[in-house]
């Protein structure tokens, strides 16, 4: 075991270890607490796998789990940490087998008494491979209920990372929602082929903007900042754009992703020697608290009042179960 990450994820591991012999100031665990590990391919500053640290480091924070990680894990090394991982005690492992998804029920099967709680867009696998996927749609569609009615041009424009499943549904609902409010509103579409590219995100806002849109889907970071410049408004994604992103007078919403009731459920079933192969699909949607809108802020009162009523109306509606926003994976195209 001598390259980097290695020595990296088992410095991690070894911290309760260190405690225990008095070597450091690392918290003790009680016995109910279970080794919980999270793998990452990007860097936890990425929204995405920030939410997922985010509901994890709040398990560890109120006592549940020892939780450790490793970020900007390659997809050539991710299979060997997992392995790394499954074989150092812990419980749960929380990650991603986009690219990988074959591989990783194969890790899966080698260690039947590891519970698995992958991002992943296929079934769940075995009696121990879990998945998810960002299912944040349903807040999207009520973005764009307010997006249609604040429009004066009638174009919006989206930039996102890649045309895959769970950014496209995002996109079509987004589009829905504006639609519900007029009718006739075109979409420019761009994918930067890059989850974390804020520069190229920001040259692909500008090349829309300039073809007339003037509201933009900030899928991406580095959206908000061309939005910003050339005094036009945008909507967020997955985190709070107006408060994480520099969004004041900019960001009027954003669409929520919330992991803490996922990963708390998981978390539950391990300690309770229960845990299965299921679709964590619900959990991450609204009505078990997996997505929300965020506060409208400084835009409060700049949104019409009968868009914010009508988000009101299908909002309720969503979480009884009236109203159902359609979840469609097919990739979108400009419409102009």
């Known amino acids: ?24 100031a690392v918290p ?15 860097p936890i500053q990425q929204k995405w796998v ?51 998804s074959k591989e990783a029920r194969k890790v899966a099967d ?23 996927d960002n299912y944040i749609h349903e807040p999207c569609y009520l973005m764009g209920i307010i997006a249609g009615t604040m429009t004066k041009t009638a174009r919006i424009g989206m930039v996102g990372g890649y045309p895959i499943g769970e950014v496209n549904r995002l996109f079509h609902a987004f589009q829905d929602g504006a639609r519900s409010a007029n009718p006739d509103i ?20 500008f090349a829309q903007i300039e073809a007339g849109v003037d509201i933009l889907y900030a899928e991406r970071a580095g959206v908000v900042d061309a939005a910003r410049e050339k005094g036009i408004l945008a909507f967020g994604n997955v985190n709070d754009m107006n408060k994480e992103e ?23 079933l391990v300690k309770a020697g229960t845990f299965e192969a299921e679709d964590y699909k619900e959990w991450t949607m609204m009505q078990k608290g997996g997505a929300s ?9 700049r949104i019409p ?9 299908i909002k309720a509606d969503i979480l009884s179960g009236k109203f159902v926003v359609n979840i469609n994976d097919a990739e979108p195209k400009s419409t102009y």
Not at 81 to 88: K, L, N, Q, T, W
Not at 305 to 313: H, T
């Open 186 to 205: 075109q979409f420019k579409v761009n994918f930067i082929g890059s989850w974390y590219d804020p520069p190229k995100a920001k040259e692909a806002a």
């Open 110 to 132: 080698e260690y039947p008494e590891v519970a698995f709680l992958m991002g992943d867009p296929f079934k769940p696998h075995g009696s121990n491979f879990a998945v998810f």
């Open 1 to 24: 075991m001598t390259n980097k990450l290695t020595r990296r994820t088992f410095s991690h591991l070894m911290g309760a270890s260190a405690a225990a012999m008095g070597l450091g």
């Open 246 to 268: 520099n969004g004041t007078d900019v960001v009027v919403t954003s669409a929520l992703w919330h992991m803490e009731n996922a990963i708390n459920h998981g978390i539950g």
């Open 305 to 313: 009042a009968d868009a914010k009523a009508k988000v009101e109306v």
């Open 50 to 100: 920030g939410r997922l640290h985010q509901a994890l480091d709040a398990a560890k924070q109120a006592g549940g789990i020892d939780y450790n990680y490793s970020e900007k894990v390659a997809n050539t090394d991710y299979i060997r940490v997992m392995r790394e991982y499954a074989e150092s005690g812990v419980k749960l492992v929380v990650g991603e087998a986009f690219g990988i």
């Open 293 to 301: 809108l965020a506060p409208y802020y400084e835009f409060e009162d």
């Open 28 to 42: 003790a665990f009680s016995q109910s607490t279970i080794k919980v590990a999270g793998i990452y391919t990007q």
